[in-house]
């Protein structure tokens, strides 16, 4: 795994879809910052943290497709993991008001003081620092992911048990932190944020910054889920993923391997529900609710299952959707959204990504074909080669036609 981080892994499709979403984050920004609102390029506050929602919720859908598209672990509580983060957040940002808060109180938050708590519970220790609060935006999603895969895939749970047990993880979740004496807040959650770093959390250029952050954070994200999967790391997930028995049965360490991902999937999702919450003002345990969880799934299913693009492309899709039918019509957003996925699933199973992929794919051997008929000395299926090339297959005989092996070498599986 030394080369897992190599740049070669790196497709210039990649850095294509970088690029368009680093320069729509700056165009966003400049034209909320350095535009009046009569300009007719003027983007107001509310769209810019609009859109800013929709990067944390591709981050989310870009962690579940780690895990579903290249691996086959269906999960449908990953809700969980961005709600954690989320609170994680939220405690610093609560420790943040101070005094400013309706009882005044220097340490307690105000729900504390409302139920007569005497003392800051000892888990919100270090909580007023900021790089503390980033570190537990890593380590508790992390954590409880790694114990959770842990005792799963050591266990061999695979399939639809494995997507039930995430979704009770969830669910027992939501019902933990709707509790008051947990210390979060109970029902309400933790809400009216005053600042983060010392900027005013309303302040128009503090909105644009996190917006920006979510954009750079969702770059990054993509980047390594990128890097993974075009490693020979990524090859032995693809393998787990369409032949688990057999990849297992060639001596790779399976469940290490899925625990590896699933542990980076997490905090990837922990970090975007960090950057979710101070830009929505609020974080309770609805965010919890499988049904959260369950609509990251369709928004993969949508974008197209296994293709990073296609992931952050049905969260924007679907939540741009949501966003207008809610306003619209209100009523019927559920049933436009089941639908929706029984669509998907029936007539575009690849996602709208992976449809386009394949039909480009098509086009691409539909002219390679065309060409061998009209006299071309290559058949059809294969990549036109230059007459170097096929002179020095023809030379390498025997070598040219030996193949290369689908998985890196794996070291021996010792009996139990």
Same mark, same amino acid.
């Given at each position: 795994?030394?080369?897992?981080?190599?740049?070669?892994?790196?497709?210039?499709?990649?850095?294509?879809?970088?690029?368009?979403?680093? &320069?729509?984050?700056?165009?966003?920004?400049? $034209?909320?910052?350095?535009?009046?609102?009569? /300009?007719?390029?003027?983007?107001?506050?509310?769209?810019?943290?609009? =859109?800013?929602?929709?990067?944390?919720?591709?981050?989310?859908?870009?962690?579940?497709?780690?895990?579903?598209?290249?691996?086959?672990?269906?999960?449908?509580?990953?809700?969980?993991?961005? @709600?954690? !983060? &989320?609170?994680?957040?939220?405690?610093?940002?609560?420790?943040?008001?101070?005094?400013?808060?309706?009882? !005044?109180?220097?340490? =307690?938050?105000?729900?504390?003081?409302?139920?007569? #708590?005497?003392?800051?519970?000892?888990? #919100?220790?270090?909580?007023?620092?900021?790089?503390?609060? +980033?570190?537990?935006?890593? =380590?508790?999603?992390?954590?409880?992911?790694? %114990?959770?895969? #842990?005792?799963?895939?050591?266990?061999?749970?695979?399939?639809?048990?494995? /997507?039930?047990?995430?979704?009770?993880?969830?669910?027992?979740?939501?019902?933990?932190?709707?509790?008051?004496?947990?210390?979060?807040?109970?029902?309400?959650?933790?809400?009216?944020?005053?600042?983060?770093?010392? *900027?005013?959390?309303?302040?128009?250029?503090?909105? +644009?910054?996190?917006?920006?952050? /979510?954009?750079? @954070?969702?770059?990054?994200?993509? =980047?390594?889920?990128?890097?993974?999967?075009?490693?020979?790391?990524?090859?032995?997930?693809?393998?787990?993923?369409?032949?688990?028995?057999?990849?297992?049965?060639?001596?790779?360490?399976?469940?290490?391997?899925?625990?590896?991902? #699933?542990?980076?999937? $997490?905090?990837?999702?922990?970090?975007? !529900?960090?950057?979710?919450?101070?830009?929505?003002?609020?974080?309770?345990?609805?965010? *919890?609710?499988?049904?959260?969880?369950?609509? %990251?799934?369709?928004?993969?299913?949508?974008?197209?299952?296994?293709?990073?693009?296609?992931?952050?492309?049905?969260?924007?899709?679907?939540?741009?959707?949501?966003?207008?039918?809610?306003?619209?019509?209100?009523?019927?957003?559920?049933?436009?959204?089941?639908?929706? *996925? %029984?669509?998907?699933?029936?007539?575009?199973?690849?996602?709208?990504?992976?449809?386009?992929?394949?039909?480009?794919?098509?086009?691409?051997?539909?002219?390679?074909?065309? @060409?061998?008929?009209?006299?071309?000395?290559?058949?059809?299926?294969?990549?036109?080669?230059?007459?170097? $090339?096929?002179?020095?297959?023809?030379?390498?005989?025997?070598?040219?036609?030996?193949?290369?092996?689908?998985?890196?070498? $794996?070291?021996?599986?010792?009996?139990?």
């Amino acid at each position: 795994m030394m080369n897992l981080f190599s740049l070669s892994h790196i497709g210039r499709g990649t850095f294509l879809s970088i690029a368009v979403i680093l &320069g729509a984050a700056v165009l966003i920004v400049l $034209a909320n910052l350095t535009t009046t609102p009569a /300009s007719a390029f003027h983007v107001p506050d509310h769209i810019v943290a609009l =859109l800013g929602k929709f990067l944390c919720y591709a981050m989310l859908a870009v962690s579940l497709n780690l895990v579903w598209g290249y691996c086959g672990i269906l999960s449908l509580g990953h809700g969980a993991f961005f @709600a954690l !983060g &989320g609170y994680a957040m939220g405690m610093y940002l609560m420790r943040q008001i101070g005094t400013r808060g309706v009882y !005044g109180d220097p340490v =307690l938050p105000d729900f504390m003081v409302f139920l007569n #708590w005497p003392e800051l519970p000892w888990y #919100w220790t270090g909580f007023d620092m900021f790089w503390f609060a +980033a570190l537990m935006v890593l =380590l508790v999603p992390g954590v409880l992911a790694f %114990v959770f895969g #842990w005792f799963a895939f050591r266990s061999r749970v695979t399939g639809v048990y494995l /997507s039930i047990i995430t979704q009770a993880l969830t669910y027992a979740l939501l019902l933990a932190f709707f509790r008051n004496d947990m210390g979060f807040g109970g029902n309400n959650g933790l809400t009216d944020f005053k600042d983060i770093l010392g *900027f005013d959390i309303q302040a128009d250029t503090t909105r +644009a910054g996190l917006f920006a952050a /979510s954009g750079l @954070a969702l770059v990054v994200c993509f =980047l390594i889920c990128r890097t993974v999967t075009r490693s020979k790391l990524g090859k032995v997930l693809i393998a787990v993923r369409d032949a688990e028995s057999r990849t297992r049965f060639l001596g790779y360490r399976v469940e290490h391997y899925k625990l590896f991902v #699933w542990t980076l999937s $997490a905090m990837m999702a922990g970090i975007a !529900g960090a950057l979710y919450v101070p830009q929505v003002g609020i974080i309770n345990p609805g965010e *919890f609710a499988p049904a959260n969880s369950i609509e %990251v799934v369709i928004w993969v299913a949508v974008g197209g299952r296994g293709t990073l693009v296609g992931a952050v492309l049905g969260a924007v899709l679907v939540n741009f959707a949501k966003t207008w039918f809610t306003a619209a019509l209100p009523d019927i957003w559920l049933f436009a959204l089941g639908g929706l *996925f %029984v669509v998907v699933t029936l007539f575009l199973p690849k996602g709208i990504v992976g449809t386009l992929g394949s039909g480009w794919t098509a086009l691409r051997q539909r002219k390679v074909s065309e @060409a061998f008929e009209a006299g071309s000395d290559e058949p059809p299926g294969k990549a036109p080669q230059s007459p170097g $090339a096929r002179s020095n297959v023809a030379m390498t005989g025997a070598q040219a036609r030996t193949p290369e092996p689908s998985l890196p070498d $794996a070291e021996p599986q010792p009996a139990e």
